[in-house]
C-alpha cells in the first residue's frame, strides 16, 4: 500500500459555504459555492464564541444609514432614536448594532430593552464578498478592476474585515476563502485576473450590430430602396430572408443573456444563502458590465433579491467597464422603432409570441441605451445596495462603498405579523433627529424561512414528476454522498455524481467539442420539507485532447453540503440538453448524532488523483497535503488503476508516552468472502485539528494482477490505547 502525502489541511474560518465542483476532466474544472441546508439550531457555543450575536431566523434584519441636512453620515444613534414601521404597524426594535466607524464598533446600544449583547470586538464584524463577474466583464477592463481593488484591500482592508474572493464564468469560483490576510487576498486577486476571461461582452456587441443591420435592411426595403443581390430577387423574397436571418440573431441573443444571466444570478444567491447564519455586517460588491436578464428568468431575479434581503446582505455593483464613450449612432438619422411592434393594439396572443427565441416582451428590455444596466440598479436598491457605474476610478467606487458599509446601523425586529405569505411590506424606518435623511431598502416579500429556496416552473415540474422521471431514466448516472465531521456539530457532505460520456451527445463550434449539461437537486428533511437546492447549468468546451480524454473518463459533478445530524431525502437529476436525455435518483441520507466514542467516517474511493489548485483547496475535505482526490462514485476500476482508499477516524485516545493517538489500520481486498490480498498493516498518529480533531488515512493500493469481477475492501482500524475496534466495507468492481 502506498501513502499519499501527509495531510496538512487547514479550515479558513468563518466559513461560509462549501464549493462545488463540475469536473469533466480533472485538468479542466468550474468552481462555485453551493446553497448550506439550513444551521443546526441547537449547536453548543465554543469558547470564543461568548459574546457572539445569536439573531433567530424569524427576526427582520435591516441596514440603515442616517445623514444630516449636509450630507454627512450621523455615527453616534443609540437603539431608542430608531422606530421602524412595517405596512404602518411600530415594530419593536429587538436588536441593534452600531456603526463600524461609530464608537470604535462598538459603543453602548442605548437604553431600549434588547435580547442580544454586542458583537465581540475580538472577532470580525464586516462581512465582504467581493466577486468578479467574468461573463460580463471584458478583458481589457479587467486591469482597472484589478488595480482598483488591490488599492482597496491595501488601503482599506481594517481588523473588523474579514474578506473573500469569488469569480463568476460559466459557474462560481472561490478564489479566497474568508480571511483577514492581506498577502492571500492580494494573491487571489492576481489569480482572478487570470481566471475570467471568458466575458462574453464582445459577442452581445457583435450580435447587437447585427440585429440593427438586419433591421436597417428591412427598413429599407419597406422603404422602396429594395435588398438586392448579384442573384437579383424581388424585394419581398429578399426581405423574407433578412427577416428569418433576423430572427436567428434575436435566438442568439436571447440564448446569450441566458448564459449570462443565469450563473450570474446563481452565484449571488448561493454566496448570500450562504451567509444567512453569520451575524455582522454583510456586503456582497460585484464588479460587473451588466447583462439584459430575459423575462423567463424573472423568477430567478426575484429569488436572488429575497435570498439576500432574508440574510442582510446588502449587495452593492461597480460597472467595470468605467466611464464608456456616448452611444456611437448619436446624430445618425434612427429607423423606425423596433418596439413599434409593441402596441396596445396587437393581441395579446401576438405581443407573447416569440419571434427568434424573443418575445416582444424580452425585446423591449433589449432595446434602447444601457439596458443592461436596469438589472444591476433593481439588485442593488432592491438589497439595501448602490450601483456606481461613470468612473474609470475603480478603487473611489470602493472607497465610496466602503464610507456606507462603515456608516450602516443594524436593526432587526420580529413582525408582528406572522402570516409570511409572499406579499410585499413596505418598510420605513424613522430616527429621533431633525433634518435627518435615512437610507434603507424599501421593503421586503415576506416569505417563510423555509420557503427560500429558489425554483424555476420547470424545476417545481421536475420535482412534481420525479417519481415518473426516475422510473424512465435514459440517462446512466451514478451517485455517492460521503460524510465527514465538521464545524459546530455539522457534518460536511461531498455529494458527487459520475455520468458515463458515450451517453450524452457531444455538439461542435469551430475545433471545440461541446458539452451542455444541466444539474438540479433539492434537499429534504424527515418532513419532506425543502431545506436547499444543488446543481447549475454548464456549457463546458473542449479541446481536440481534452475530449479524446474525456471519452475514457466519466463526466464528473460535485457539490459539498453542510448538513446537521439528521434524515433527508435528496432528489437529483441530470440533464443533456443537447440529446434531451435525462436521469433521476432519489437517495436517502442518513448523518447519525455525533458521540465521543471512536469513530470512523464513510470510505470514499477513487482512482483520480491530482495536485490541489492554490485557495480552492482551502478547506476542502478531499485535498489532504496538497492533492486533491475525485471520489468514483461507480466504483468501477481497471486492472491497471491505483484504487485510493480515503476515510477518516474521529476520538483517537491520546497515547501518553506519545503525546499522541496511535491507531493501526488493517486493509484487506476480499472476493467472495475470501481474501485474495494479504492484510496491509498502517499506522496513524498525526492528529489533524481542522475543522474538528481527526486522523485521515488516504492510501493507495495497485490492482495489477487482480482478476475481473466484484470485489470489497474490508477495513479495520484499532485505537491501540483503549483496544476499541471499528470497521467499514467498501464494494467495487474491476474490469479490463
Not at 429556496?453 to 424512465?472: C, D, H, I, Q
Not at 458515463?500 to 438540479?520: I, R
Amino acid at each position: 500500500m502506498k501513502k499519499l502525502p501527509k495531510n496538512t489541511l487547514r479550515s479558513n474560518l468563518p466559513r461560509v459555504s462549501c464549493p462545488w465542483r463540475l469536473l469533466v476532466l480533472l485538468p479542466l474544472c468550474l468552481y462555485a459555492t453551493g446553497l448550506s441546508a439550513q444551521e443546526n439550531k441547537n449547536t453548543q457555543k465554543r469558547p470564543d464564541e461568548d459574546e457572539v450575536v445569536r439573531v433567530k431566523t424569524n427576526l427582520v434584519d435591516i441596514d440603515v444609514m442616517v445623514k444630516d441636512k449636509k450630507g454627512k453620515y450621523i455615527p453616534d444613534l443609540k437603539a431608542e432614536d430608531f422606530t421602524i414601521f412595517e405596512n404602518g404597524v411600530q415594530q419593536k426594535v429587538e436588536f441593534f448594532d452600531p456603526p463600524l466607524a461609530g464608537n470604535n464598533g462598538r459603543g453602548d446600544t442605548g437604553t431600549v430593552s434588547i435580547t442580544v449583547q454586542p458583537v465581540s470586538g475580538s472577532l470580525p464584524r464586516n462581512i465582504i464578498s467581493l466577486v468578479l463577474d467574468g461573463q460580463t466583464t471584458d478583458l481589457t477592463n479587467l486591469k482597472q478592476v484589478r488595480e482598483g481593488t488591490l488599492k482597496y484591500i491595501r488601503e482599506q482592508i481594517s481588523e473588523s474585515d474579514t474578506v473573500a474572493l469569488f469569480a463568476v464564468t460559466s459557474g462560481l469560483q472561490l478564489l479566497q476563502p474568508f480571511t483577514q490576510d492581506k498577502a492571500r487576498l492580494i494573491s487571489a486577486v492576481d489569480e482572478a485576473y487570470t481566471a475570467s476571461t471568458s466575458s462574453k461582452g464582445f459577442e452581445q456587441r457583435d450580435i447587437a450590430e447585427n440585429i440593427a443591420k438586419q433591421r436597417a435592411a428591412l427598413n429599407g426595403s419597406t422603404g422602396g430602396g429594395g435588398i438586392t443581390t448579384a442573384a437579383g430577387g424581388s424585394t419581398e423574397a429578399q426581405a423574407m430572408i433578412a427577416a428569418r436571418v433576423l430572427q436567428q440573431y434575436l435566438k442568439l441573443r436571447t440564448v446569450l443573456s441566458i448564459q449570462q444571466t443565469r450563473p450570474i444570478l446563481a452565484a449571488l444567491a448561493a454566496i448570500c444563502e450562504a451567509q444567512r447564519s453569520l451575524t455582522g455586517k454583510k456586503t456582497l460588491i460585484l464588479f460587473s458590465q451588466g447583462f439584459v436578464a430575459p423575462a423567463v428568468l424573472d423568477w430567478q431575479v426575484q429569488s436572488t433579491i429575497d435570498i439576500a434581503n432574508r440574510a442582510n446582505v446588502a449587495i452593492y455593483i461597480i460597472d467595470s467597464a468605467g466611464l464608456r464613450e456616448g452611444d456611437t449612432r448619436a446624430g445618425e438619422l434612427w429607423p423606425s422603432s423596433p418596439l413599434s411592434g409593441v402596441s396596445g393594439i396587437a393581441s395579446q396572443e401576438q405581443r407573447i409570441q416569440a419571434a427568434g427565441g424573443e418575445t416582444v416582451f424580452d425585446n423591449v428590455r433589449h432595446e434602447g441605451l444601457s439596458r443592461e444596466y436596469d438589472i444591476l440598479y433593481r439588485i442593488a436598491g432592491d438589497t439595501g445596495g448602490r450601483f456606481i457605474k461613470g468612473s474609470n476610478d475603480i478603487a473611489q467606487g470602493l472607497g465610496r462603498i466602503d464610507q456606507e458599509i462603515r456608516s450602516r446601523y443594524t436593526l432587526a425586529y420580529r413582525s408582528t405579523d406572522q402570516n409570511f405569505d409572499g406579499s410585499f411590506r413596505k418598510l420605513k424606518v424613522e430616527v429621533r433627529r431633525p433634518e435627518a435623511q435615512v437610507i434603507s431598502r424599501p421593503g421586503y416579500y415576506a416569505i417563510a424561512h423555509e420557503d427560500m429556496v429558489p425554483l424555476s416552473p420547470g424545476e417545481k415540474r421536475l420535482l412534481a414528476n420525479f417519481a415518473e422521471t426516475e422510473a424512465n431514466t435514459t440517462l446512466p448516472m451514478f451517485v455517492e454522498f460521503s460524510s465527514f465531521r465538521s464545524r459546530e456539530g455539522l457534518y460536511i457532505v461531498p455529494v458527487s455524481i459520475e455520468v458515463p460520456p458515450a451517453g450524452v451527445k457531444f455538439g461542435t463550434k469551430g475545433d471545440k467539442q461541446l458539452l451542455q449539461l444541466d444539474v438540479f437537486g433539492v434537499i429534504r428533511d424527515a418532513q419532506d420539507k425543502i431545506l436547499s437546492r444543488v446543481g447549475g447549468s454548464f456549457d463546458v468546451a473542449l479541446s481536440a485532447e481534452q475530449y479524446q480524454s474525456i471519452v475514457s473518463n466519466n463526466i464528473f459533478y460535485r457539490q459539498d453540503l453542510e448538513l446537521p445530524a439528521g434524515t433527508y431525502n435528496v432528489d437529483l437529476a441530470f440533464r443533456d440538453r443537447l440529446s434531451g436525455k435525462v436521469a433521476a435518483r432519489r437517495q436517502k441520507l442518513v448523518l447519525p448524532d455525533m458521540d465521543s466514542e471512536f469513530t470512523i467516517s464513510p470510505v470514499l474511493l477513487s482512482h483520480h488523483v491530482e495536485p490541489s489548485k492554490g485557495s480552492t483547496a482551502a478547506g476542502d475535505v478531499l485535498s489532504p497535503g496538497g492533492i486533491q482526490i475525485r471520489p468514483s462514485p461507480s466504483h468501477a476500476f481497471h486492472v491497471n488503476d491505483n484504487l485510493i482508499i480515503f476515510f477518516q477516524l474521529y476520538n483517537a485516545a491520546t497515547n501518553a508516552a506519545m503525546a499522541k493517538p496511535l491507531v493501526r489500520i488493517t486493509v484487506t481486498l476480499m472476493k467472495e468472502n475470501k481474501a485474495v490480498t494479504r492484510p496491509i498493516d498502517y499506522v496513524l498518529s498525526d492528529i489533524d485539528n481542522q475543522p474538528v480533531p481527526h486522523l485521515t488515512f488516504a492510501k493507495y493500493i495497485s490492482l495489477a494482477g487482480l482478476n475481473t469481477g466484484a470485489y470489497i475492501a474490508r477495513i479495520e482500524a484499532q485505537d491501540m490505547v483503549t483496544h476499541k475496534v471499528v470497521r467499514q466495507e467498501a464494494s467495487f468492481l474491476v474490469a479490463q
